[in-house]
């Protein structure tokens, strides 16, 4: 299990007012580790944006922030294939609307709990908001464990999840898609539930959805290939690209298979992918039709790939990704998977740049030592960013019944990357930080979101 959170003890942010609220912070969210942390990362980045605009230190407006609009919490009810009766918890937390409705994905883990989903919340509160684009932010879903599950327990599921979730979603209000266990496959159960209880084809309420009944071209592959998008904007500002570089990757789900095959694509020598039992290292560079056979078709385990692959590909159960030398860095698994003993491996070995495909993968000690040694490092909320903007590509071509051709989708993605890494850049270095992403992402994130709440009387 990834580990590395930092407990509030070890943590103090610049000036009396951040620290103190922060204190009130994780007194209010017991036990809420990852909340805490993500919290903690944006406090810490916005005593210069406060100093220098006095207009958006207005009292009460950044513990607003830090606090979720509403949180929904359910029973998921449902029969497995032999009839056993069990039941999840199912979760929508709606964090903020100040920007557009809440959008952002389901998680179906057996670790998910609220203060993870809060986390995530919060995560893509600013996420969205530094897409320049209409929405706010919102996360959900369930401990329920989808690996193993045949598809007709995952329907079961979903259709109960989606029963009583229904009620709280609406192209206008809460528009869900994916994350870790939700794909195409129960994306498409949770859209079937929805239209049958509401009798209305209302395309807009999720993305993610299969391209013949509302999708949009890309999606699938949108966070992925954003993440290396965002990578190549921040090599260029080196004056480097990714062709010929070692590139290693955690995680072989959604985020991680499309993170390959656009570094692929660009020249990259892809070495390893991984899951939650080990990872493989394949000397010659990953197979992707047979990674994507195994892991989208046959949803396998990694190690098979290795069994398959022949001389070239080894399978290390257990092991870490990040003990591979390599020139870049791609965590696409889950939050807090890289931490500070990994950074300095990674260093060690001459790493020049590091994207969060996952969402908060870095472990604050890691980014700290990413950062003193001059390591370009991308943000998740900026790195990843492709999947929520894509998102929002599939809601224009619903609300106007268009079906967009892939180059179309495509050059959209491409410039919304470059803005969202234009933005950063450019905010880092107005705010006297040049080439810190982190702190770019989260007070241009701020600033929009600050001014769009105050214009609406701080609601
Ligand atoms: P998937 O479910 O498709 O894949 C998740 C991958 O991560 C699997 O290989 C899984 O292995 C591995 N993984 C999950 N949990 C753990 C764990 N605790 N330890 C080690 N490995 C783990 O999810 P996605 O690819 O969609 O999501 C990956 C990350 O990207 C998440 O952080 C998500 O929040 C983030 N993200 C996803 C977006 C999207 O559009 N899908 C958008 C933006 C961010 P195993 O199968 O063994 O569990």
Request: glycine residues 12%; contains cysteine.
């Amino acid at each position: 299990m990834p580990s590395g959170t930092r407990t509030r003890a070890s943590r103090s942010l610049p000036g009396p007012r951040l620290d103190r609220l922060y204190t009130t912070l994780c007194r209010r969210n017991p036990g809420e580790p990852e909340f805490q942390q993500a919290a903690h990362e944006v406090l810490a980045s916005l005593a210069p944006v406060l100093e220098a605009r006095p207009e958006l230190a207005d009292p009460g407006l950044i513990e607003r922030i830090a606090e979720p609009e509403r949180q929904i919490i359910f029973r998921v009810p449902w029969q497995d294939d032999s009839g056993v009766p069990r039941v999840h918890r199912g979760f929508r937390v709606e964090f903020n609307s100040a920007l557009g409705p809440y959008k952002g994905g389901l998680r179906f883990h057996p670790s998910l709990n609220l203060g993870i989903v809060k986390f995530l919340g919060f995560e893509q509160t600013f996420k969205n908001a530094l897409t320049g684009l209409g929405i706010g932010g919102g996360k959900g879903g369930s401990d329920f464990d989808p690996h193993g599950r045949s598809d007709a327990e995952v329907m079961r599921f979903c259709q109960s999840f989606m029963t009583e979730l229904h009620r709280h979603l609406g192209e206008h209000t809460d528009i869900p898609a994916g994350d870790i266990g939700v794909g195409g496959r129960e994306i498409g159960y949770l859209f079937g539930q929805y239209r049958r209880i509401t009798n209305r084809w209302e395309s807009g309420t999720l993305t993610g959805k299969g391209r013949e009944w509302g999708g949009s071209e890309l999606r699938t592959q949108a966070t992925g290939y954003g993440t290396v998008l965002f990578l190549a904007e921040m090599l260029n500002v080196r004056g480097e690209s990714l062709d010929g570089q070692r590139v290693t990757v955690s995680g072989s789900g959604n985020v991680a298979i499309h993170a390959i095959e656009k570094a692929q694509e660009l020249g990259a020598h892809v070495l390893t992918a991984a899951d939650s039992g080990g990872y493989v290292l394949d000397e010659k560079g990953m197979d992707l039709p047979l990674l994507k056979q195994i892991k989208e078709v046959e949803r396998g385990r990694i190690r098979t790939y290795a069994d398959r692959r022949g001389t070239s590909a080894r399978y290390v159960p257990g092991g870490r990704v990040w003990d591979v030398p390599t020139d870049v860095a791609l965590p696409c698994a889950t939050q807090n998977e890289l931490d500070a003993e990994a950074a300095t491996t990674l260093l060690a070995h001459g790493v020049k740049a590091v994207a969060e495909g996952a969402n908060m993968p870095t472990t604050p000690g890691a980014v700290h030592l990413l950062h003193r040694a001059g390591v370009a490092f991308g943000p998740g909320k900026a790195a990843n960013a492709g999947g929520v903007a894509t998102s929002v590509l599939e809601m224009q071509q619903n609300a106007t019944r268009q079906t967009w051709p892939p180059e179309e989708t495509a050059a959209k993605l491409t410039a919304v990357m470059r803005r969202i890494h234009h933005t950063c850049y450019e905010t880092a270095d107005r705010f006297g930080t040049p080439g810190n992403y982190v702190t770019g992402a989260n007070i241009a994130a701020f600033e929009r979101l600050a001014t769009g709440m105050l214009a609406q009387g701080l609601v």
